[in-house]
């Protein structure tokens, strides 16, 4: 029985066209697969490997070696949050707004809220400098954020 859907199954015989080798899908496909089941199961997983003539061990050691992945034991909220560290971002409280959501949501950097709405993650830079404090949400960067956005997202108020 196939866990990935049809929808997924479309995208990447669309996105085999682009690529000369099947190996090469591996990290498109892992993307498509968490972006739709905010994490990549190991029977997603075995069903890659399967796609691309590779042992579901290597599917495995390519999500390992990139943190960005998630399997179904630490699934991602329905919003990836993540927190600016860089310097810039230091010297205008972004270690204490850290802090002050960690301590808000009862959360620590990789976690996900109890409500599944929120997974709070930090980053090294998000080249938004001007804006600092600022942070990611999914695809969104918002600039000097403040604490209280932060609980909002995570509350499911957006």
Same mark, same amino acid.
């Given at each position: 029985?196939?866990?990935?859907?049809?929808?997924?199954?479309?995208?990447?015989?669309?996105?085999?066209?682009?690529?000369?080798?099947?190996?090469?899908?591996?990290?498109?496909?892992?993307?498509?697969?968490?972006?739709?089941?905010?994490?990549?199961?190991?029977?997603?997983?075995?069903?890659?490997?399967?796609?691309?003539?590779?042992?579901?061990?290597?599917?495995?050691?390519?999500?390992?070696?990139?943190?960005?992945?998630?399997?179904?034991?630490?699934?991602?909220?329905?919003?990836?949050?993540?927190? +600016?560290?860089?310097? =810039? %971002? /230091? @010297?205008?409280?972004? !270690?204490? #707004? $850290?802090?002050?959501?960690?301590?808000?949501?009862?959360?620590?950097?990789?976690?996900?809220?109890?409500?599944?709405?929120?997974?709070?993650?930090?980053?090294?830079?998000?080249?938004? +400098?001007?804006?600092? =404090? %600022? /942070? @990611?949400?999914?695809? !969104?960067? #918002? $600039?000097?954020?403040?604490?209280?956005?932060?609980?909002?997202?995570?509350?499911?108020?957006?």
């Amino acid at each position: 029985m196939s866990v990935l859907p049809d929808s997924i199954k479309h995208q990447v015989s669309e996105l085999a066209k682009r690529y000369p080798h099947k190996q090469a899908l591996t990290l498109p496909i892992c993307h498509l697969v968490q972006q739709e089941s905010r994490c990549v199961s190991r029977a997603a997983m075995v069903e890659i490997a399967e796609m691309l003539d590779l042992a579901p061990s290597q599917i495995h050691d390519t999500l390992s070696f990139y943190g960005f992945f998630r399997d179904e034991d630490r699934p991602l909220g329905r919003k990836r949050v993540w927190i +600016c560290r860089s310097l =810039p %971002c /230091m @010297l205008r409280g972004s !270690e204490e #707004l $850290l802090t002050e959501v960690c301590q808000r949501l009862h959360l620590s950097p990789g976690d996900t809220t109890d409500n599944g709405e929120m997974t709070l993650e930090v980053a090294e830079c998000l080249g938004a +400098c001007e804006g600092a =404090p %600022c /942070m @990611l949400v999914d695809d !969104e960067l #918002l $600039l000097n954020v403040d604490a209280d956005q932060i609980v909002q997202l995570a509350e499911g108020n957006s």
